[in-house]
Nanobody
Framework: QVQLVESGGGLVQPGGSLRLSCAAS???????MGWYRQAPGKQRDLVAT???????NYGDSVKGRFTISRDSANNTVYLEMNSLKPEDTALYYC?????????WGQGTQVTVSS
């Protein structure tokens, strides 16, 4: 099994920045890692993913503001979140897409409010 642990969430004012981290408990052969988010009463949506080869994909609402990156040696994926908006408020989940199943972190709360 793989455990994913997110960190970096918190309260930030509109226009501010946060950096989320997701660390996997062990090395893992994967297709992609990424971030999804879910606000109360809404579905879980794609934020960003990065493949093993380094290709990235972003949800339309975060393009140009968020950047996903990874540190393969430390089994860690990052999400740099800039120009945050209130509508970015959500529980952010780290995801690892493996060959047999998907793994999910417990979620980290991001709240954007003045």
């Amino acid at each position: 099994q793989v455990q994913l642990v997110e960190s970096g969430g918190g309260l930030v004012q509109p226009g501010g920045s946060l950096r989320l981290s997701c660390a996997a408990s062990r090395m893992f052969s994967f297709y992609a890692m990424g971030w999804y988010r879910q606000a109360p009463g809404k579905q879980r949506d794609l934020v960003a993913t990065i493949t093993r080869a380094g290709s990235t994909n972003y949800g339309d609402s975060v393009k140009g503001r968020f950047t996903i990156s990874r540190d393969s040696a430390n089994n860690t994926v990052y999400l740099e979140m800039n120009s945050l908006k209130p509508e970015d408020t959500a529980l952010y989940y780290c995801n690892l897409q493996g060959g047999l199943r998907n793994y999910w972190g417990q979620g980290t709360q991001v709240t954007v409010s003045s």
